[in-house]
Structures are given as structure tokens and as C-alpha cells.
């Protein structure tokens, strides 16, 4: 484990601010990659002062808003129909379109602000507000909100563990034992409701 998170560290440094706003750009797209492994690692080198720790959430926040808006525009022109059929390759089918319709209609454009702090919502809520022409500068707006409070949020626990590094390193299996219960838990609890559904 302490190798992973070396790896992830040496990762972010080398790569620097642009890997941070790719990164977070290939995370807010329709490619799943967890922002977690960019942003606290972030936070952790800004500790070091390696990074500066606003820029990093900067360059976090804008990497967020492209990919939103590359989801946007995408639905925009390409409508439901091409993103449903391709959308495959890319782990994303019908259902997770009508759960993100479905958000977006109940929530309205807000959503494209509290979805941003929802695992799964925050890749794909921002289609249906492309589909539903949703006013560009309202979008980008509710979209730098809720990735900016997310972003923080990752980058400063990063930041947090750097200053309690030999608590971390002496209770990291800990850490790692409940991180992995958490995630167990969470999925069957998922499963459990959509069987339940059904």
C-alpha cells in the first residue's frame, strides 16, 4: 500500500500542475478515473512545498470544468441517441443516462452544482444539461462550485495527512483495512437496493 501511494505522490510531482488539470479533465469526462488519486497526492506535495496548494486546486477546478464542458457540448451536438449508442465503449448505457435525466429533472440546473460532489453523477450530470440547453454561463458557473468544494476537500485532507505523515505511515493497514470495509459495504448496499427494485 505505502508503495501505491509513493507511486501516486512521484506520479502528480513529475507530472506537475498540467497533469493535475488533465488528469482532472480525464476524470470529469466520460473516462472514470477517480479524482481522489490526483488531488489528495496534490495536497501532500503542496505540505512538502513541492506544489503551491491554491494552484493545484486551481488547475483541479479547471481541469473539472473542461471535461464538463466537453460532456456538454458533446451532448449538445451529438444529441441522446449517438451518446446512448456509443456510449458503451466508455462504461456508460441507457440506464445511466435516464438515472442522470431523471436527477437533472428532479434537481434542476442546481444539480449540475450538487451533483458535482456524487460519485457517478459528477462524470455524467453535466449530458443532460447539454441536452436541455442549459445557459452556458449558468453551467460552468454551478459546475466550478461543486468541483471547487470537492477539489478543496481532496487536496486539503492530502495536505492534512502531510502534517500527521508518521501517524499515517504507523496506522496505514488500518486505514486501508476500514477503506476497503467502506467500499465493501457501499457496494453491497448498492446492490442490495437495486435487487430491491427490481
Given amino acids: 500500500m505505502q508503495s501505491l501511494v509513493d507511486f501516486l505522490v512521484v ?39 513541492q506544489m503551491n496548494l491554491f494552484i493545484a486546486i486551481l488547475c483541479g477546478v479547471l481541469g473539472s470544468l473542461a471535461g464538463a464542458l466537453l460532456n456538454y457540448y458533446l451532448a449538445l451536438f451529438l444529441g441522446r441517441e449517438i451518446l446512448i449508442k456509443f456510449g458503451k465503449y466508455v462504461f456508460f448505457d441507457e440506464k445511466t443516462m435516464i438515472k442522470m435525466e431523471n436527477f437533472f429533472a428532479k434537481h434542476g440546473h442546481i444539480s449540475t452544482f450538487s451533483g458535482r460532489l456524487i460519485p457517478v453523477v459528477r462524470q455524467y450530470i453535466s449530458l443532460p444539461a447539454g441536452l436541455g440547453r442549459m445557459p452556458l454561463a449558468l453551467f460552468c458557473l454551478y459546475t466550478s462550485l461543486g468541483a471547487g468544494i470537492w477539489v478543496s476537500i481532496l487536496t486539503t485532507l492530502g495536505y492534512f495527512l502531510g502534517q500527521n505523515e508518521a501517524l499515517l505511515k504507523e496506522y496505514l493497514h488500518w486505514i486501508t483495512f476500514g477503506l476497503a470495509l467502506f467500499v465493501l459495504f457501499s457496494v453491497g448496499l448498492y446492490v442490495a437496493l ?5
Fill in 11 to 49: 506520479s502528480i510531482h513529475t507530472f506537475g500542475y498540467f497533469g493535475i488539470f488533465f488528469l482532472m479533465f480525464l476524470e470529469s469526462s466520460f473516462i472514470p478515473f477517480p479524482s481522489e488519486v490526483v488531488m489528495i497526492p496534490a495536497g501532500y506535495l503542496a505540505h512538502l512545498g
Fill in 194 to 198: 437495486q435487487l430491491r427494485k427490481k
